[in-house]
């Protein structure tokens, strides 16, 4: 077996020694400084970005919240707005509806007593017609003169008994 | 050990010229299933009387490192804040040996995370290119193995004693046992300590070891069975070597994850 024969142990050994020396020191001092750079690198960068991703999501919240409310702000001016016309209508509504039963009232008023007029003038009318009505006939018919006055009570006694 | 310099490379030449001769031979002897573990001296070398020849094993050490190093530095070369497909690759590997160091040793682990995330890429960087055609593979050498096995078993006991002095050998004392069996469980305790760095080393190695001669003995039953007989051990082939690139994800994966365990043990021997 080649591995037995103590003739090239010494060489190995040596070139063993030389080369993994060599490389330790390659990699002690170059390589995984290197690498541990990077990946520190990336483990920061990461780190911040994800920093820098927070406070930007901090801050678009903050802006929701700010546009939340003023929607909502304006929402609540509208309604009151809303609420403030409509109040002003109804108000209106109703000055003008009292005003409108005023006159009406007012109306009613003046004609019930425009009638009440009329119907007293008639009245005394009809007394006048009827008395003269009363003296033609008894003229005609018994050909008699009764005096007017005798006639008036007669008609008013009418009068008062229809009444 | 790195001082190459120019007058101690030609010294090393001639000596190690006989030397290199021999084990290219040994190399080009038989045709036996093990002759992909042999090694050559590519280069011979000698400093100090220490044979330190360039062999193929070292090549692919080197090739090892560089491979590593490229996939590493290229992967990361645009440090994108979105990685590519090399970069998360990159990424991927660093990630998954810190998460292994941080759940099987702690934070105070942290400290131990460039030894074991090197010994993880030389590992599976060594197994992986060795499972390419006609390379070789460091990991099926028992003396790497267990050089790699006896630098952790000896970095953690160092550890242990450093950090909790003498006390780091409560943990060969295992809390609720009945006095008379104390004796007994410190012996197994302390042998199972012991044997760490033999079951580390051996488990690589022959893991490596035993794939690669299976696809060396079924290549030469391809051949032997040639163009007619030869499809049915050519499949088991390539299905084989989906296998052994799992196993050889999963043997690095197992050696630094019990690295992580022992050191874990160093660093809090009271659990």
Not at chain 2, 236 to 248: D, Y
Request: with cysteine; net charge negative; hydrophobic share 55%.
């Amino acid at each position: 077996m080649p591995q037995l024969n103590p003739e090239f142990f010494a060489p190995q050994l040596v070139w063993l020694a030389i080369t993994f020396t060599i490389l330790y020191f390659l990699m002690a001092r170059i390589v995984l400084p290197r690498i541990s750079g990077v990946l520190e690198n990336r483990e920061q960068r990461i780190q911040s970005d994800l920093e820098k991703a927070e406070k930007l999501k901090a801050e678009a919240d903050e802006v929701l919240a700010a546009y939340n409310k003023a929607q909502a702000d304006a929402r609540a001016q509208a309604q009151a707005e809303l609420q403030k016309a409509a109040a002003a209508i109804a108000a209106e509504a109703a000055k003008r509806e009292e005003a409108f039963a005023a006159t009406l009232a007012e109306r009613g008023a003046e004609a019930e007593q425009r009638i009440a007029a009329t119907k007293t003038a008639a009245m005394a009318e009809l007394r006048t017609i009827a008395t003269d009505v009363a003296g033609a006939v008894m003229t005609k018919l018994t050909d008699t003169k009764v005096p007017p006055a005798q006639i008036e009570a007669a008609v008013d006694s009418a009068i008062g008994a229809r009444s | 050990m790195e001082e190459q310099n120019p007058e101690s490379l030609a010294g090393a030449e001639s000596h190690g010229a006989e030397a290199g001769h021999g084990g290219a031979e040994a190399a080009h002897g038989g045709h036996s299933p093990l002759s992909v573990f042999e090694i050559e001296r590519v280069i011979p070398m000698h400093i100090g009387g220490i044979d330190v020849s360039i062999t193929n094993s070292a090549i692919y050490m080197i090739i090892a490192v560089l491979a590593i190093t490229l996939f590493l530095t290229v992967g990361m070369r645009g440090r994108a804040l979105v990685p590519g497909r090399w970069q998360s690759m990159a990424e991927l590997s660093y990630e998954f040996i810190a998460k292994m160091v941080r759940d099987n040793a702690g934070s105070e682990g942290r400290k131990y995370f460039p030894f074991i995330f090197t010994l993880f890429m030389f590992i599976l960087f060594a197994n992986l290119i060795g499972m390419i055609p006609f390379s070789f593979t460091v990991t099926s050498h028992i003396i790497v193995t267990f050089a790699l096995a006896a630098v952790v078993f000896l970095g953690v006991t160092a550890i242990g004693f450093i950090r909790h002095g003498a006390s780091f050998l409560k943990l060969f004392v295992p809390s609720g046992v009945p006095i008379f069996l104390l004796p007994l469980m410190v012996v197994i305790e302390l042998l199972s300590y012991l044997t760490r760095p033999v079951s580390l080393s051996l488990r690589l190695f022959a893991n490596m070891m035993a794939g690669h001669t299976m696809l060396e003995v079924f290549g030469g039953f391809v051949i032997a069975l040639g163009i007619l007989g030869g499809w049915a051990p050519l499949a088991f082939i390539v299905a084989l070597t989906g296998l052994e690139v799992g196993i050889a994800m999963l043997q690095a994966y197992v050696f630094t994850i019990l690295t992580c365990i022992y050191l874990n043990d160093a660093l809090h021997p009271h659990h």
